[in-house]
């Protein structure tokens, strides 16, 4: 079955910048997706289309794909941006699948 | 505004069954795939099952399939996950989202105990 696969975490100090990988068998063909999750919320869309931002998502959010990766960077990242952080895409017989998830620590 | 409101979870027996409903509101819902997301206790988000705006198409985990169906009523703004034959490893807070390509919109989650 298709895998996506990220670090577990990623720290980083406030102001600077964290980028969070995601490898996958089907980039570039499929598009990645990317959601934040703080704890005891719902998932929110920070990226989509591997590069487009939601309105409403600070532009220190950004997205990009290369070959068999997609990363999300978080430039000048803010002690509210600690939250899990997972992408997602769909294989080419229509099955979806989230990466196991990456825990970002800002302090 | 986009709503999506859950509701059915609970506690059941391993081996029972549950119906999960998601009600929608605030954007046109039989132009949007609809989906169902789990997230275990200490473990990650779990993509269930997906259906085509017009309910043609319909996509399940491994783990779920012959198990669990989802469906919609595209008059009523409506989403199911009928779950049956489940087990302790389906406990989880259930999401429904929609979305065009991916999950756009989120709901606040059902959460399910399988548990004797």
């Known amino acids: 079955s298709y895998e996506l696969t990220q670090p577990p975490s990623v720290s980083v100090s406030p102001g600077r910048t964290a980028r969070i990988t995601c490898s996958g068998e089907?980039?570039?063909?499929?598009?990645a997706y990317w959601y934040q999750q703080k704890s005891g919320q719902a998932p929110v869309l920070v990226i989509y289309?591997?590069?487009k931002r939601p309105s409403g998502i600070p532009e220190r959010f950004s997205g990009s794909s290369s070959g068999t990766m997609a990363t999300l960077t978080i430039s000048g990242a803010q002690v509210e941006d600690e939250a899990d952080y997972y992408c997602?895409?769909?294989?080419?017989?229509?099955?979806?699948?989230f990466g196991g998830g990456t825990k970002l620590t800002v302090l | 505004e986009v709503q999506l409101v859950e509701s059915g979870g609970g506690l059941v027996q391993p081996g029972g069954s549950l119906r999960l409903s998601c009600a929608a509101s605030?954007?046109?819902?039989?132009?949007?795939?609809m989906s169902w997301v789990r997230r275990a206790p200490g473990k990650g988000l779990e993509w269930v099952a997906n259906?085509?705006?017009?309910?043609?198409?319909?996509y399940y985990v491994d783990s779920v399939k012959g198990r669990f169906t989802i469906s919609r009523d595209n008059a009523k703004n409506s989403l199911s996950l009928q779950m049956n034959s489940l087990r302790a490893e389906d406990t989880a807070v259930y999401y429904c989202?929609?979305?065009?390509?991916?999950?756009?919109?989120w709901g606040q989650g059902a959460l399910v105990t399988v548990s004797s």
């Open positions: 289309e591997d590069t």
């Open positions: 997602y895409s769909t294989d080419s017989s229509g099955n979806s699948v």
């Open positions: 989202a929609c979305g065009l390509g991916g999950p756009d919109y």
């Open positions: 605030g954007f046109t819902f039989s132009s949007y795939w």
């Open positions: 259906i085509k705006h017009d309910g043609s198409e319909k």
């Open positions: 089907a980039f570039p063909k499929t598009y």
